[in-house]
């Protein structure tokens, strides 16, 4: 049984890791395996910590890609709150994983900075996606979520998961008749 890939992407500070930890809570209570592998905290456990130029963001959301892949084809929906602030980044994870689902987390600028509890806009570092690297939104998501506390959102993206599992449960069934 396969699971699927949902990635969460959005301006740092959008919301990403309040509708992931939402969203894992609802799948959970519909009976799914669900686990999160959220940017920051990866990032933390890779050992050298990654940097942030060019190289580093290149290595690091492949990295990030193919481990959510490897999870998600054990069966486990994969919930992915990462910026990936380029589209190839997105594009190459959905390439490789099973099932993927795009999730745009469209928060405004200045309300990411609004409510910065890390101060990265203060700051304002030279590597910050949307202020002084590009942030390449979603051409085409499956979801827009407005912030992490969109309701019909978080609805959405659980019949989208649910279907893709139930679909991908079907085939496979199939395949064993």
């Given amino acids: ?21 939402r969203l894992r809570a609802a799948l959970l209570a519909a009976g799914e395996s669900a686990c999160i592998l959220d940017g920051d905290e990866v990032r933390e456990a890779i050992s050298p910590v990654p940097g942030y130029g060019q190289e580093a963001r290149d290595a ?10 490897l999870l998600a084809k054990q069966g486990l929906t ?23 689902i795009e999730v745009h987390v469209a928060t405004p600028m200045e309300e990411c900075a609004r409510r910065d509890e890390k101060g990265l806009y203060a700051r304002a570092p030279a ?43 079907s085939i496979s069934d199939d395949d064993h008749s």
């Fill in 60 to 69: 690091f959301y492949a990295t990030l890609g193919q481990l959510a892949a």
């Fill in 78 to 100: 994969v919930i992915v709150p990462a910026t990936a602030h380029l589209r190839r980044y997105r594009d190459a994870a959905r390439a490789i994983a099973p099932g993927f």
């Fill in 1 to 21: 049984m396969n699971g699927l890939v949902v990635w969460l992407t959005g301006l740092p500070q959008a919301g990403k890791s309040t509708l992931a930890a």
């Fill in 127 to 169: 590597d910050l996606p949307g202020v002084h690297v590009a942030y390449e939104p979603p051409r085409t998501a499956e979801v827009v979520a407005q912030g992490g506390r969109d309701e019909a959102a978080l609805d959405e993206i659980v019949r989208a998961a649910l279907a893709q599992r139930h679909k991908a449960c």
